[in-house]
């Protein structure tokens, strides 16, 4: 199969979907890979190091003209949109409920999309969320420390225990992969850490991986009230229900608030577990309401090109070995779980049920399809 790697044009993200060591992988079992001139610059892999792999070196127009498999970071965008035909297969973060334009293109065009993000193994977790999940926590942390600097517009407060004064309170929301990033770092630093979650078994699991100075709470309003009025940071790391009518911070709640706190979201849904939160951009990451700061970027590991490309390059290439080995006809009907959980559409209907409630479009059933072909 000839597999195209694209470089991304989203504002600022600068990961890449396939590294060098991953193109020399998908060459030895006899794929051609196309690979977008610069696509991996920013990320430490240049065009010589992916032709030493076995690449193609070409411009975007040839990689996705030649290309069979697309395999790519983020979801596409208009100027994208031409490329997709019936006998394409996308391979990327897609985000199709909250893209509707996309959508009916991926619909129209009758091809094969399959999302990292609705990947679900036999535990019901996220294995292609996990590595970018972790690296977002662990950067939302890294944030709150650069925006709490005085030079940076913050209160001077530095985020770790420091004898004679108090040691700063981080809350943070959700004890999930991006959770147990930030955790990890604010922990670490001496911070009184809070952990609020509505799964006990989630929280005992944390509490074995973490030290003493992390404390956890079920989720109740008294409980975020509490961290709300004590916290010098809150930190936002669960993916939002997007049937939920109320979120679990109000605007109306900043005013309980230390003057210089701060609020990071890592989640960036819109809405969100946090009602005054809206994604922004590496460019311009903050904004300030009634005196509260709020750092809401949505590609928080774009910031860490090199390492989130490595890793999400070794959690996506076993898909990609098996979608392009067996095509995607046999892919689905022998692998009848993960494969099936990542399917967003194929030959023009929609599999994905969360984009078809929101977007109020027909579904088909993934496992109905599969045993037809």
Not at 16 to 38: F, I, M, N, Q, W
Not at 75 to 100: G, R, V
Not at 187 to 216: C, H, Q, W, Y
Request: hydrophobic share 40%; aromatic share 8%; glycine share 6%.
């Amino acid at each position: 199969m000839i597999i195209g790697v694209l470089k991304e044009i989203k504002p600022n993200e600068y990961r890449v979907a396939a590294v060098p060591d991953t193109v020399r992988e998908l060459v030895s079992k006899g794929h051609e890979v196309y690979v977008e001139h610069d696509a991996g610059k920013i990320a430490g892999a240049s065009d010589e190091d992916y032709a030493a792999a076995g690449a193609t070196i070409a411009d975007a127009d040839t990689v996705y003209t030649k290309s069979t498999l697309i395999y790519k970071v983020k979801e596409l965008f208009p100027q994208e949109f031409k490329y997709m035909t019936k006998d394409k297969i996308l391979m990327t973060y897609i985000h199709s409920n909250a893209h509707p334009e996309e959508t009916d293109v991926l619909l129209k065009s009758g091809c094969a999309a399959f999302a990292y993000e609705d990947f679900r193994d036999a535990n019901g977790g996220f294995p292609l969320l996990k590595p970018m999940s972790q690296i977002a926590g662990r950067g939302g942390f890294m944030a709150a420390m650069h925006f709490k600097q005085a030079v940076h517009g913050g209160d001077g407060q530095i985020l770790c225990n420091i004898t004679g004064v108090d040691t700063p309170v981080i809350t943070i929301i959700g004890a999930g992969n991006s959770g147990m990033g930030a955790a990890t770092f604010a922990a670490a630093l001496g911070n009184e850490v809070r952990i609020i979650d509505n799964s006990l078994k989630a929280m005992e699991a944390a509490r074995l991986a973490l030290p003493p100075n992390v404390t956890f709470l079920m989720s109740n309003r008294a409980n975020f009230v509490k961290c709300i009025k004590e916290s010098d940071v809150i930190i936002n790391c669960i993916m939002w229900d997007r049937t939920k009518n109320e979120p679990l911070v109000w605007k109306k709640d900043l005013k309980m608030m230390k003057p210089g706190a701060m609020i990071v979201d890592v989640a960036c849904d819109e809405p969100g577990a946090i009602e005054t939160c809206s994604s922004t951009t590496h460019t311009d990451p903050t904004f300030v309401v009634d005196g509260i700061i709020h750092y809401c970027v949505d590609n928080i590991p774009s910031a860490f090109a090199k390492t989130s490309s490595e890793m999400l390059a070794s959690a996506t290439l076993p898909i990609v070995l098996e979608i392009a080995e067996k095509g995607v006809e046999k892919a689905l009907k022998d692998n009848k779980y993960f494969m099936r959980t990542g399917l967003t559409c194929y030959d023009g209907k929609l599999t994905l049920a969360e984009t078809a409630v929101k977007q109020n479009r027909p579904l088909t059933d993934v496992n109905e399809l599969a045993e037809s072909f």
